[in-house]
């Protein structure tokens, strides 16, 4: 049987627990968010905080770029495909975070079907696979109110 586990290096970045979200991490003293989660101090030059919640980022966001990515990116990535295959590149602005985020278009969504400033939702997909693992990461499609 096949197990879903995030991809090497983007554990603990994203959850299905409660539908799709990021994991960032939110500053005790100022509230400045992060994504990925800081532990060390905060990403806020003016603050001294060095305790942190967790935060759920997304699901949602507004598309503020976007690219084609039609060379192969090096190791670790993992292409889904072989050969290659470009896929579409986001970078999203999060909802009720304002962080921009950046991640891949689901499969059959390109360059053509985006636009900036549209709607797009997180959902949790698979970026490759071996024998016994669905290797999974988050990515962008367009929302329902965009379609």
């Not at 060379?71 to 909802?95: G, K, R, S």
């Not at 950046?102 to 549209?118: E, F």
Request: glycine share 12%; with cysteine; net charge negative.
């Amino acid at each position: 049987m096949r197990t879903r586990v995030p991809a090497l290096g983007a554990e603990g970045w994203f959850t299905e627990d409660g539908g799709p979200a990021l994991v960032g991490g939110r500053c005790a003293t100022c509230g400045t968010v992060t994504f990925p989660a800081v532990t060390y101090f905060c990403a806020n030059p003016g603050c001294g905080g060095r305790e942190f919640t967790r935060a759920r980022l997304g699901p949602t966001g507004t598309v503020w770029s976007y690219t084609d990515l039609r060379y192969q990116p090096p190791p670790p990535f993992v292409p889904a495909t072989a050969p290659y295959t470009p896929f579409a590149l986001l970078a999203v602005e999060v909802d009720d975070c304002g962080l921009v985020v950046i991640g891949q278009a689901v499969a059959g969504v390109g360059v053509d079907d985006l636009r900036v400033g549209a709607s797009v939702e997180l959902v949790i997909d698979t970026l490759f696979s071996d024998d016994d693992h669905d290797y999974t990461i988050w990515k962008w499609r367009p929302s329902e109110r965009a379609r």
